[in-house]
């Protein structure tokens, strides 16, 4: 699909394509501005343009705006009202009165809000709004989940949380699309990933088959005769390939003892294969 925001505009989605399976998790990769949060806008229908191109939804019997939840960045919260409140008034839109209830009780208790269900929003963190803001895009249950930038303004724990979450999701058969600023929160709630550069997606495939194409990094760190800090960063693949780059140690020889053509030695870091390296080389290109 295309997609640009007036007639005759600059297209902000060019050849733009994205298959979700039920059971998987894409994760969107691309840089500031690339246009992910307008690719989700455009499979939800929220934003206003001009679309070109075809969007399929098979989620059964049940209608659009059941079928789909979509959380976006922008957290969308009433502040004078509670967290109960909140997740409730979304609950009666997308699901009627007589199962609105036991929807928020299954939202609260999912999203550990417990402790908090009768709070204001306003006196919330910003963690906190985000995880109502999740429990209240979600509260309805739909198949389809896309998540904008989830881990915004959390702190390890609730971070845990959503990735848990997004994780037994998955088992239960939801298909999920996210995006997510940093890569390592990708690499924990994606299973397969897809990327967007100049308004084009790319698909990479599985999470496991792009990092294991990928060698693990040996780092030497040390300073120079002058004081200057210096790196090396090589590819390498086995520990074998480590000992055959340094060269044979003795054991008795303390790393900071060392030294490559005059240089001390400080460390060395055997990295293995991971999102982040891949996605700053792929924005490096």
Do not use: C
Request: charged share 25%; glycine share 10%.
């Amino acid at each position: 699909m295309s997609f640009s925001y007036a007639a005759g505009g600059a297209p902000v989605l060019r050849e733009a394509s994205i298959r979700l399976r039920a059971g998987a998790s894409v994760g969107l990769l691309g840089a500031n501005g690339a246009g992910k949060t307008t690719l989700l806008g455009v499979l939800t229908r929220t934003v206003r343009g001009i679309t070109r191109g075809s969007l399929l939804l098979d989620a059964g019997v049940l209608p659009e705006r059941r079928a789909i939840g979509y959380a976006t960045q922008a957290i969308g919260l009433y502040p004078m009202l509670t967290v109960e409140e909140n997740v409730g008034h979304l609950a009666r839109l997308l699901l009627g009165r007589s199962q609105a209830r036991a929807a928020v009780a299954r939202a609260i208790e999912e999203f550990s809000l417990g402790s908090i269900a009768r709070t204001r929003v306003h006196h919330l963190s910003g963690g906190q709004r985000r995880l109502v803001h999740l429990a209240a895009s979600f509260v309805h249950g739909p198949p389809i989940r896309l998540l904008d930038e989830p881990t915004v303004a959390l702190d390890f724990e609730a971070r845990q949380l959503v990735v848990k979450l997004v994780r037994g999701w998955r088992a239960e058969g939801v298909a999920v699309l996210v995006t997510a600023h940093y890569p390592e929160d990708i690499e924990e709630l994606s299973t397969e990933l897809v990327l967007l550069r100049d308004g084009t997606t790319r698909d990479l495939g599985e999470l496991g088959s792009v990092l294991s194409n990928r060698a693990r990094t040996l780092s030497l760190r040390g300073d120079s005769p002058t004081s200057a800090s210096w790196e090396l960063t090589l590819a390498t693949g086995t520990l074998d390939e480590v000992r055959a780059k340094l060269g044979e140690i003795p054991p008795d020889v303390r790393l900071s003892e060392l030294r490559l053509s005059g240089n001390r030695l400080r460390d060395i870091l055997l990295r293995d294969p991971s999102l982040s390296s891949f996605a700053e080389e792929t924005e490096a290109r």
